[in-house]
């Protein structure tokens, strides 16, 4: 059965620390790994990841894939509270239908 | 920018009555997808829909549930006889097309069967 797990699923951090949201998946025909932030309602798309070793940036933002290890990672430097959310890490399949969700971690930044 | 919309924002509901959701996905979008995220718990697939047919279902999505294209932008989800565990939000996402991998979601319908 397909499967995206992600940790920790709760963190508090303080203004201006860093932290690194985890992400594996045991997903058949993956073809990419998707990161969503979601606030109130609707997951923002932040990242889709393909190739392994490739980081992607925007902003305070990065992440990178390994496709051998199964694993993303979600980094965010110099958090604020505007970051706090839940981080939700998405296996994409060949098929391109089907993205797979993971529980989320839910991130608050307190001032 | 282009948003998709889904109406109404919240739905309450008698037990077996049938609601229908309501999307209006991004206007030259070609793949489509309803997603349901229950109270706490994880985004889950309901179905994907390209070329006015399902591509995809998961086993969540039963007799009980229907998506129709009826006109040329909106995109519905039906739910036949609700069931107290139909309770959820309801996400509709749209997708450019074959190539384009990044599927955008609506603010959610939430769902409330009593």
């Known amino acids: 059965e397909d499967k995206v797990v992600q940790s920790p699923l709760s963190l508090v951090v303080h203004e201006g620390d860093t932290v690194t949201l985890n992400c594996s998946y045991e997903?058949?025909?993956?073809?990419?790994l998707l990161w969503y932030k979601q606030e109130k309602k609707a997951p923002t798309f932040l990242f889709m990841l393909t190739s392994s070793g490739i980081e992607k940036k925007s902003g305070r933002l990065s992440s990178i894939l390994d496709k051998k290890e199964l694993f993303s990672i979600l980094n965010i430097t110099a958090t604020q509270t505007g970051d706090s959310a839940i981080y939700l890490c998405a296996a994409l399949k060949t098929s391109y239908d089907k993205v797979i969700f993971g529980p989320g971690t839910s991130l608050s930044v307190i001032p | 920018e282009p948003e998709v919309t889904q109406t109404p924002s919240h739905q309450v509901t008698q037990m077996g009555q049938e609601v229908i959701l309501r999307c209006v996905p991004i206007?030259?979008?070609?793949?489509f997808y309803w997603y349901r995220q229950i109270l706490g718990q994880k985004v889950e697939f309901l179905v994907s829909f390209y070329n006015n047919e399902i591509s995809e279902k998961s086993e969540i999505f039963d007799d009980q549930f229907s998506v129709e294209r009826p006109d040329g932008s909106n995109f519905t989800l039906k739910i036949r006889s609700t069931k107290l565990e139909d309770s959820a939000m309801y996400f509709c996402?749209?997708?450019?097309?074959?190539?384009?991998?990044?599927?955008?979601f609506g603010a959610g319908t939430r769902l409330s069967v009593l």
């Open positions: 997903v058949t025909n993956f073809r990419s």
């Open positions: 996402a749209s997708r450019l097309d074959r190539a384009k991998n990044i599927q955008y």
């Open positions: 206007s030259n979008h070609l793949y």
